[in-house]
């Protein structure tokens, strides 16, 4: 059974960082895709980063690119998002999601369709102004 747990949400300035994180365990063994998918109140879900993990690859959706950043550590099972200076816009839910990906341009496309199979409970996390 896949059990996803995050952690890490909290709530922070403008221009602030912070790291959250998640634990993924009962995945069977092969490649796979983890991402991160946020959600606002009264907006759509949307992807924010996916790492393939058979050679680390990783996507951005555009608004966190140069500011947000996905890793792995592959012995810990755990996924990192690691937000440097965070906005205003960047308040959401953020969950951490997983499936399997038979390459990194596919890991791609599940992260911009949001599509995963496994799925966290959320950490919310809030930026003020």
């Known amino acids: 059974q896949v059990q996803i747990v995050e952690s890490g949400g909290d709530s922070v300035e403008s221009g602030g960082s912070l790291r959250i994180s998640c634990i993924i365990t009962g995945l069977t063994v092969g490649s796979h895709c983890f991402g991160w998918v946020r959600q606002a109140p009264g907006k759509e879900r949307e992807g924010v980063a996916s790492i393939y993990t058979d050679d680390g690859s990783a996507y951005y959706t555009d608004s966190v690119k140069g500011r947000f950043t996905i890793s792995q550590d592959k012995a810990k099972r755990t996924l990192y998002l690691q937000m440097n200076d965070l906005k205003s816009d960047d308040t959401a839910m953020y969950y951490c999601?997983?499936?399997?990906?038979?390459?990194?341009?596919?890991?791609?496309?599940?992260?911009?369709?949001?599509?995963?199979?496994?799925w966290g409970q959320g950490t919310q996390v809030t930026v003020s102004s």
């Open positions: 999601a997983a499936d399997g990906s038979a390459s990194a341009s596919r890991c791609g496309d599940r992260l911009q369709r949001t599509l995963f199979k496994y």
